[in-house]
């Protein structure tokens, strides 16, 4: 059986839940998905999703409890989103733990302050989609590996780099299962 794995650490997990199982149902697939707090529930799943919450707190528990290390050493695709997208970096603007599988430079809350949370309308995959920015990251420096899939003024937001995704807005606010499905199909495709 096919398991995704929804990172129960700290941040929005049950939103994330939600709209993963919607996505399964859409896409008529018998997968599980579970909320996952120590290293034996990590090693199970085939995919990972990394919520939105405090990359710092994340890290430095996925740190402590080794799950970062069984993430990074079975090579388990990984969504993350916001928080995840900070985790998935290899270079912050900020000294902390971090898994490192995604070339690319992340500055912390770089909207800036009188934007610190908004909602736009972004373009992913050729489609509209809601962004939902809470006090966001955006990626400053991509490596060669790494593709750009949206860009919101100049700055990029949601990159690929092989088996991870990661987004600076939070697809799982949204009612639109789009990314989720896009993340989902990829995982089930290194799965096989
Ligand atoms: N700014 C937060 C951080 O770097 C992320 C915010 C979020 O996940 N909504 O941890």
């Known amino acids: 059986m096919v398991r995704i794995g929804i990172l129960n650490l700290?941040?929005?997990?049950?939103e994330h839940l939600e709209i993963t199982e919607r996505a399964l149902?859409?896409?008529?697939?018998?997968?599980?998905?579970?909320?996952?707090?120590?290293?034996?529930?990590?090693?199970?799943c085939d995919a990972i999703i990394i919520?939105?919450?405090?990359?710092?707190?994340i890290g430095k528990l996925m740190e402590d409890t080794g799950i970062g290390k069984i993430i990074v050493d079975k090579k388990i695709p990984v969504m993350g989103t916001c928080a995840?997208?900070?985790?998935?970096?290899?270079?912050?603007?900020?000294?902390?733990?971090?898994?490192?599988?995604v070339d690319m430079e992340v500055k912390r809350n770089a909207f800036g302050r009188q934007k610190v949370s908004f909602e736009d309308e972004i373009e992913i995959f050729g489609d509209k989609f809601q962004g939902v920015f809470i006090r966001a990251p955006h990626i400053e420096k991509v490596g060669e590996n790494v593709d750009i899939l949206s860009k919101?003024?100049?700055?990029?937001i949601a990159v690929k780099s092989g088996k991870y995704i990661a987004t600076a807005f939070h697809p799982e606010l949204t009612g639109d299962t789009l990314i989720h499905?896009?993340?989902?199909?990829?995982?089930?495709d290194c799965a096989e």
């Open 84 to 101: 995840g997208m900070v985790l998935l970096a290899k270079r912050t603007d900020y000294e902390q733990p971090l898994l490192g599988l």
């Open 51 to 57: 919520s939105g919450g405090e990359s710092t707190v």
């Open 181 to 188: 499905r896009y993340f989902i199909k990829e995982a089930l």
């Open 152 to 156: 919101y003024n100049e700055k990029i």
């Open 10 to 14: 700290q941040g929005d997990i049950s």
């Open 25 to 44: 149902e859409e896409m008529n697939l018998k997968v599980d998905v579970l909320k996952v707090k120590i290293t034996e529930d990590v090693s199970k």
